[in-house]
């Protein structure tokens, strides 16, 4: 058996699967939003634990245990992982979770393992080159071209800092108009907490607190947008034009078969905003006599977690 | 010895070399403005026999001639090529050349030839990953991964038509905010003349007319540069922004080596232009501790002649 963790701005999915990489077992803890990254490191342990236990077995018999994780990273080293607390510089992921776990650690960039695990186990498996994009916290990527991820020099697939408005809105990466500063969750939730100080209504904030949480999460917009919230259904639209935007600048450059849309408010919104998002495209895409098709993500939730569980199972592990 | 000619929206250049890719003999021709692809082919003939008389020696003793076309070359076939008078369709580019000159004939797509120029024998020899940006009457791209041409689904590096932003100018391919809205001379060229017609001043029309030109060519927008001609900086001023921008958001996605700028304007306005373009890329780049050279291309305005002949000589044509 092995573990696959996603390390992700609010969530920590932790899976245990088998060979097959049929999930056993699974467990979700909240990110923590305070402390050090020692601390995140803790918290990973514990949900890593908890999908043991939900797996029945013990984490010290796992084979191999896989992170996917934001920020650089380098061998077992994770630097500059934006979203997450007190994370500005180096820390040694994998060590801390060998001291606390026993098994094997393996770490890879989140949104790289969960492109290889579209890629691999979901709905990339047919095509030889495709984009992966993941709509959360922020709007990550991961290219797979000739049936191998393309990194670049190591920091390929940032289709979320892909410039969609020249002189446009402030990203949280301090850089102005990428996509992400429209599409990324973060971007988002400050554009909506910016509306309300001017004096703009929502019940986005409302529903917030009512489900006991202090940001809003991809349910909370999934909520709003079913109760036709304005503001929400404003922002959304915004982040529908700069995805479209986005994802066609990447298929003009790429001319990939085939786009998968993953991501927390991927995942949650589902087909009919991958419709809107692909209508979206459309009108930029060069080559529109045949635009790839844009999928959702099979996997679903839990692509991140196991494509860090096909990376500790894996020996040549996808490049970081 | 091969031929190899560059078709362009502007001029036909062709390069006679020998073994070593060492020009022996040039001629450059306007093309037709008008007329069908028949006749732009008879002109393609022309110029390759004012350019074999300039290397002493006769069109049919070619080993071969390669072509570097715009439009989608399928063999010898090329399709919708914008820019080239009554070439909407497809038209038979190889058969019509082998019937007037004799030589077996290669076509490949212009921007693509440029780019394995570049990176065969230009200012990418050093490089395994890049990026060609040739700045002329459109903005066209080449993409170089791991040594070989990445050309997607045929239609891939299609820089000029990354969105730069959203809801922006109305590019010639008729979608709005491409980059080449912004950046290409013949969207250039058509906002000059919508400023004029609204009254406002400049030069550039002028220099056209006394240097008996029907179009603002490379030169001329270099004249009226050095003249300080407030329309032409400020048109291209946004052009640089929007290249900017473009080739970052390739960078973004693409993490490549390095970044070659060549075509009629790139090569014509030089090293302080191609400076400015790095310092409009650098507030893009996501991974700005190290971005990507931007370096001109080497072999000038031979580039695409030059790797039109590569392709003539090569076993293996660049796809097109």
Redesign the interface.
Known sequence: MLGGVDLGGTKIQVVIVDEQFTVLGEHRAPTPTTGRPAGVAEAIADAVREAAHAADTDPATLEGIGVGSPGEVDGGVVTGARNLPGWEGAFGLADALLDELGPPVSIGNDVNVATNAEASLGAGRPYS?MLGVFWGTGVG?G?V?DGKP??????????G??????GGAKCP?G????MEAYAGRGAMEHHARVLQRKGEHTDLFEIMEKRGRDRLTSGIWARALVRQDRMAVRIVDRAI??LG??I???V??????AVILGGGLGVRLGDPYRRRIEDAML??V??DE?PPPLLLAELGDHGGAIGAALLAGDPQPVKG
């Open positions: 080159s990527g290219i071209l393309w990194v670049g020099r190591g920091a390929a697939a940032e289709i800092h892909v410039v969609v408005k020249v990466c850089r102005h108009g990428c034009e700069a935007a986005g066609a600048s990447a003009n450059l790429l001319d990939v078969e009108p930029h060069f080559a045949r």
